[in-house]
């Protein structure tokens, strides 16, 4: 038998990203394609996994922007040591980041995105003054094994939706015959005033918009509170673009509230989240 080719080696002149360390999405917009043509001839697969720092806006508005990039640097650390022999981590944009994998297929690409899941959430982050905080990330992984390569992103992406919509905190494949999404889903809703919503109440949502295009992180601009027939309306400026003036109607779940906001999640069906994302599409957020 041929002897197998070995991993690629990825350049190390690279611009890394200010704020985690990692190279910027323009080294993998480079890396990609190039790995995709050294491999593709060869029969090697190629995997690629999609990160997400879950609630990563609750760590910015709590505890500043400055913690929120110590989270970020905290995480994409995590993620590059685990990935350090067998790929290469980037900056893909916000709180994502993106692993590229050579010469490996799905069923190793998912053993990589579920160990990098426990160790970030088995690694709290110590900051100076505030108790350890708990981090955790959603993973979606996508190999040439079963996508061609112009879809990888796109389709490693997808998982990672899906496994933020089935709670997240956990690293699932993609899956191309998956059937539409019927479960409940839990989306994290952030309002900027102080609101009278507690846990196992029924909201409606009737101006809303999502956050860095993320249907299950989204901040709600009117809540009406069908049990005391009150509405609540977010003081302030209207966010530029993506504004959804739909209602959705879903059961609140924790509440947190700090300062004048308020945090909770929202328990949606999982047929009203499909309409959610496809509102949002329209709206253009």
């Known amino acids: 038998m041929a002897e197998e080719k070995a991993v690629i080696s990825f350049p190390r002149r690279v611009e890394p990203d200010a704020v985690t360390g990692l190279p910027q999405r323009k080294h993998?917009?480079?890396?990609?394609?190039a790995l995709l043509r050294c491999l593709g001839p060869e029969g090697l697969p190629l995997s690629v996994i999609m990160a997400d720092i879950d609630h990563f806006k609750i760590f910015n508005d709590k505890w500043g922007h400055e913690t929120g990039d110590r989270v970020l640097r905290h995480v994409s650390g995590l993620?590059?040591?685990?990935?350090?022999?067998?790929?290469?981590?980037?900056?893909?944009?916000?709180?994502?980041?993106?692993?590229?994998?050579?010469?490996?297929?799905?069923?190793?690409?998912?053993a990589s995105a579920e160990r990098i899941c426990t160790?970030?959430?088995?690694?709290?982050?110590?900051?100076?003054?505030?108790?350890?905080?708990?981090?955790?990330?959603s993973l979606g992984a996508a190999s040439t094994e079963t996508v061609g390569g112009d879809e990888?992103?796109?389709?490693?992406?997808?998982?990672l939706l899906r496994a933020k919509k089935a709670g997240r905190n956990q690293a699932l494949p993609y899956e191309p015959d998956k059937a539409p999404l019927k479960e409940n889903v839990?989306?994290?809703?952030?309002?900027?005033?102080?609101?009278?919503?507690?846990?196992?109440?029924?909201?409606?949502?009737?101006?809303?918009?999502?956050?860095?295009?993320?249907?299950?992180?989204?901040?709600?601009?009117?809540?009406?509170?069908?049990?005391?027939?009150s509405h609540e309306i977010a003081e302030g400026r209207f966010p530029r673009g993506g504004l959804v003036e739909t209602e959705i109607r879903g059961?609140?779940?924790?509440?947190?509230?700090?300062g004048a906001a308020t945090w909770f999640t929202l328990e949606v069906d999982g047929e009203v989240f499909e309409l959610m994302v496809r509102c949002l599409k329209e709206a253009g957020g």
């Not at 022999?85 to 010469?103: C, S």
């Not at 709290?124 to 350890?132: N, S």
């Not at 109440?201 to 005391?228: K, M």
Request: proline share 6%; with cysteine.
């Open 251 to 258: 059961r609140v779940l924790e509440v947190q509230r700090q």
């Open 79 to 110: 993620i590059r040591e685990a990935v350090r022999y067998r790929g290469e981590a980037y900056r893909y944009g916000g709180e994502e980041i993106t692993v590229l994998l050579p010469n490996t297929g799905i069923r190793e690409a998912m």
């Open 119 to 137: 160790r970030v959430y088995d690694t709290p982050l110590r900051v100076q003054g505030l108790e350890p905080l708990s981090v955790s990330v």
């Open 152 to 159: 990888l992103l796109v389709c490693a992406d997808k998982a």
């Open 28 to 33: 993998l917009d480079t890396d990609l394609p």
């Open 186 to 229: 839990h989306v994290d809703v952030y309002f900027p005033n102080h609101s009278a919503v507690v846990g196992g109440a029924y909201v409606i949502l009737r101006r809303w918009f999502s956050h860095q295009n993320d249907p299950t992180e989204i901040e709600a601009r009117e809540v009406f509170l069908p049990g005391s027939g």
